[in-house]
């Protein structure tokens, strides 16, 4: 096994946000790069020829695992085409998911849900029903989440805490089961999506591993009553799936505190250069309508450009997932210039979503409210973790959130250096912390961050860059991390607010805002 890979050192820097910087220059460059090693801390074993036969093997534990992940693909919050040509439209979406909740029943069996009814004043799923088959999760991002899910079993399984009955990983075989070393730990916002999205992570984290089995079968190959004959629920692990716990940490703040984050998104759209620069995309909007007839229907935008970009934005984005024509089931059909401007205003479309919220987490006060409180929780976690003793599992814990959690998550500890990404379907935010006792003194720990757009590198996969994959990693101590949480508290100048909202959260606002019903 070659262990001596690396990520992105050079540019490792440029990812930590400036007040970390500084501090951070006591890492030579040659530690940095033992830190960045994608397999890894290793074990220094050139002194000792005896163990060099272990220098495959032999790895630094990664003691904690936190797994902030964007649901699957799913198809398009809203049908945008003209009212003659939404019946089939509608079926063609229906196609691409299970009939009603059939699977999520039946993952259900597997991966039981538990929801604690706490500041989120609706029952689960409310926001789901009537709108089938819109804005659900598409058999392409089941698999995409059973696949991912896959891939960190093989990493964890291979690299990181092993112990069993006090053995250190080396003297561990190495099949042994997943949840004989982490604690899994299931945690995620009150979408069917985003429910059913982590239970098909579970799957392939904690399911058969037999060729025959059903893992390696797509869900649309079958039917969910064939998928639990293939792999009876009897077979599985008991990992619930928690919806809404106090331990999510607020992962979708636009629901937890709708009437303060849509202040806060008025305070960045009401200033001079956003409505300027807003108001420059007015012809790409009024192009976008002419197209898109469903947006002049949507009186729910923000901004002077007068339309709903998670609207335009999702249209292109679904449908390239699935190979449709811009066009399909529109007046347009078969029109190749209007396809040919769609394509073109494709990029842009989504170029300028991008740009929306990058003002916004940009403004200190919703980045605050968006990620402090889910940044809180890992940090408490991560003390914990560190005082756990060898024999114990170590910490596992996934949370299943949106594109926007991830992308304040990623503005909290990156700063500018995230600017031109948009979180696509299935991408992970990992959160590695790293015993480097061994290493450097007198630190103990570090956090490696990492952040993958497709999914994470497994032992067998090379490292180099691919096409629309960042693969980008970047390492903090513990006081760096902490440092970044306090920041973000601080500059949540809008504590008695978040104490005192009503989150109740009424049909109207869920549907009705570019806010509230943003990239999900």
């Not at 069996?109 to 409310?126: A, E, L, S």
């Not at 073109?344 to 006060?365: E, G, V």
């Amino acid at each position: 096994m070659k262990l001596k890979r690396f990520l992105f050192v050079e540019n490792t820097f440029s990812l930590i946000p400036e007040y970390c910087w500084r501090s951070s220059q006591m890492f030579s460059k040659r530690k940095l790069n033992c830190l960045i090693d994608d397999t890894n801390i290793i074990k220094d074993t050139t002194s000792n020829k005896a163990s060099k036969k272990l220098s495959d093997k032999v790895i630094e534990d990664i003691v904690g695992v936190w797994v902030f992940h964007r649901h699957g693909d799913r198809t398009p919050i809203r049908s945008l085409v003209d009212n003659d040509m939404l019946e089939r439209d509608t079926s063609f979406w229906k196609s691409r998911i299970p009939p009603g909740r059939s699977y999520y029943d039946a993952l259900s069996q597997k991966f039981p849900t538990d929801v604690h009814h706490g500041k989120i004043g609706r029952n689960v799923f409310d926001v789901d029903d009537d709108k089938e088959p819109y804005g659900f999760l598409t058999f392409l991002g089941m698999d995409q989440m059973k696949q991912s899910g896959r891939n960190f079993a093989a990493r964890y399984n291979t690299y990181g805490h092993c112990t069993v009955d006090g053995n250190t990983k080396e003297e561990c075989d190495d099949n042994l089961d997943f949840l004989d070393s982490w604690d899994v730990k299931a945690y995620s916002t009150s979408y069917l999506r985003t429910v059913k999205s982590l239970q098909c992570f579970l799957d392939g984290l904690l399911g058969k591993r037999k060729p025959d089995s059903s893992l390696n079968v797509s869900y649309g190959n079958m039917t969910a009553a064939n998928y639990l004959i293939n792999d009876p629920p009897n077979s599985s692990p008991d990992v619930k799936v928690k919806i809404n716990y106090p331990q999510c940490g607020a992962l979708n703040a636009y629901d937890m505190y709708p009437k303060l984050m849509r202040k806060l998104v008025d305070d960045v759209v009401n200033t001079h250069e956003f409505e300027l620069y807003d108001k420059g995309a007015t012809p790409l909007a009024i192009r976008l309508a002419n197209y898109l007839p469903g947006l002049k229907n949507c009186s729910n935008s923000v901004g002077p450009s007068g339309i709903n970009w998670i609207y335009a934005a999702d249209h292109f984005v679904c449908r390239s997932s699935h190979n449709l024509k811009y066009t399909s089931h529109s007046n347009f059909h078969n029109d190749m210039d209007a396809e040919a401007s769609l394509v073109a205003m494709s990029d842009q479309t989504i170029a300028h979503l991008a740009w929306r919220f990058r003002q916004w987490y940009q403004h200190l006060p919703l980045l605050a409210v968006a990620a402090t409180q889910p940044l809180r929780e890992l940090e408490n976690q991560i003390r914990l973790a560190k005082t756990m003793e060898v024999h114990e599992r170590r910490p596992f814990v996934v949370y299943s959130c949106h594109d926007v959690t991830i992308l304040s998550l990623l503005y909290s500890i990156g700063g500018k250096s995230w600017q031109n990404v948009w979180p696509p379907y299935a991408s992970t935010l990992t959160f590695e912390l790293v015993d480097i006792s061994k290493k450097l003194e007198p630190a103990s720990h570090v956090l490696r961050v990492s952040f993958s757009q497709d999914h994470v590198h497994t032992p067998s996969e090379s490292v180099k860059p691919r096409p629309n994959h960042t693969g980008v990693v970047t390492v903090l101590k513990l006081c760096e991390f902490s440092d970044i949480v306090s920041t973000l508290d601080k500059g949540s100048v809008h504590k008695r607010d978040i104490k005192g909202e009503d989150c109740q959260i009424k049909n109207q606002n869920t549907e009705n805002s570019d806010v509230t019903n943003r990239t999900k």
